[in-house]
């Protein structure tokens, strides 16, 4: 392993709330995770299932440190694949935003996987604000899960 190739060592955020998360410090309904990285459903979800997916360590935003984007790319293919097949979604938005301007709002790198639905297709439908209805959040949770 040349220097270039050594990982940062695990950095932890004290005020972070997905730091939290991923150590189970917070609740979280947790879909998949590795060695590197967590994904969860959005709490504020804009589509059935929309998840994010966040590298363990505390990495602010895509442009700090090193390779925070390679380290969940696995994650992300495989949450993509994963929320498709259960939820019978017909598509899937990634985002990712990396500063105020891009409107990150936590400085927790995170990926966004949105299943997105024939009913309500193209991008300028993304963003829904009104957050999902009652139960949808557990009801789309315990549908991931039962495909297990
Ligand atoms: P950003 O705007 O930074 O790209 O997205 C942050 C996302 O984190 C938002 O979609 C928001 O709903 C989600 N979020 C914020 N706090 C929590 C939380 O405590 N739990 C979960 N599961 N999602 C959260
Ligand atoms: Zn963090």
């Given amino acids: 392993m040349t ?10 955020d004290p005020n972070c709330i997905f730091c939290k998360i991923v150590s189970g410090e917070l609740p979280a309904r947790r879909i998949y995770e590795d060695d590197r990285a967590v994904a969860f459903l959005d709490i504020a979800a804009w589509h059935r299932g929309h998840s994010l997916v966040v590298p363990r360590r ?7 440190g090193t390779g925070s984007l390679s380290e969940i790319a696995p994650a992300v ?3 993509a694949k994963l929320l498709k097949q259960r939820l019978a ?3 899937i938005n990634l985002l ?3 500063g105020d301007a891009a409107g990150q709002e936590v ?3 995170h990926m966004h996987v949105v299943p ?3 009913d309500e297709p193209g ?3 993304l963003i829904n604000p009104d957050g999902p209805p009652d139960g949808e959040l557990e009801s789309v949770y315990r549908q991931i899960q039962a495909g297990a």
């Fill in 3 to 12: 220097p270039f190739e050594m990982p940062e060592p695990q950095h932890s």
């Fill in 58 to 64: 505390h990495v602010s935003d895509v442009t700090t």
């Fill in 77 to 79: 293919d495989a949450v």
């Fill in 89 to 91: 979604a017909d598509g």
């Fill in 96 to 98: 990712l935003s990396a």
């Fill in 107 to 109: 400085f927790h790198t």
């Fill in 116 to 118: 997105r639905y024939a």
């Fill in 123 to 125: 991008l300028r439908l």
